[in-house]
């Protein structure tokens, strides 16, 4: 009776060179697509001459297109169910501060309803978001967009 090493057993070692090359390409290939998927939604801002606010936190936004589309940031929803949307994603919010934007082409009947509607999920604080007068730069920006 010998005894000793067996040479004959199966090496079960795993091979992470192939798995690190394919998680190198999609890496690559995310950081280069990333930047082309963010969209936004357009909206012809009116202008006044207020000096933009600071903010600290990342802003919940309400938007009306110039098609009467409501979005809560880039979320689509209806009139009828703003205020239930609104209401429960300040739920988890210790502020209760909401930025209005509306294109200057939407009836002023609607910017009021939309605004009753805020109003009524709980908002305590309404921002109204606007283009800086004279700003071309700023208006340049948006023309570009669409």
């Not at 090496?11 to 390409?25: G, K, W, Y």
């Not at 933009?52 to 940031?73: A, M």
């Not at 930025?99 to 009836?107: C, G, L, Q, S, T």
């Amino acid at each position: 009776m010998i005894l000793g090493n067996n040479n004959n057993g199966l090496l079960s070692d795993i091979n992470v060179t192939p798995f690190v090359d394919v998680m190198l390409v999609l890496l690559i290939i995310f950081m280069v697509t990333a930047p082309m998927m963010v969209q936004g939604i357009n909206v012809s801002l009116p202008e006044a001459t207020s000096k933009p606010l600071v903010s600290e936190k990342e802003p919940l936004i309400i938007t009306i297109n110039k098609d009467n589309q409501i979005f809560i940031n880039d979320y689509q929803v209806t009139l009828e169910f703003l205020q239930n949307k609104l209401a429960k994603v300040l739920e988890g919010r210790s502020d209760r501060e909401v930025y209005f934007r509306a294109d200057k082409e939407i009836a002023y009947g609607m910017v009021v309803r939309v605004m009753s509607e805020i109003r009524g999920a709980g908002v305590e604080k309404l921002g109204m978001v606007t283009i800086p007068l004279g700003s071309d730069s700023e208006l340049k920006k948006l023309r570009a967009k669409r």
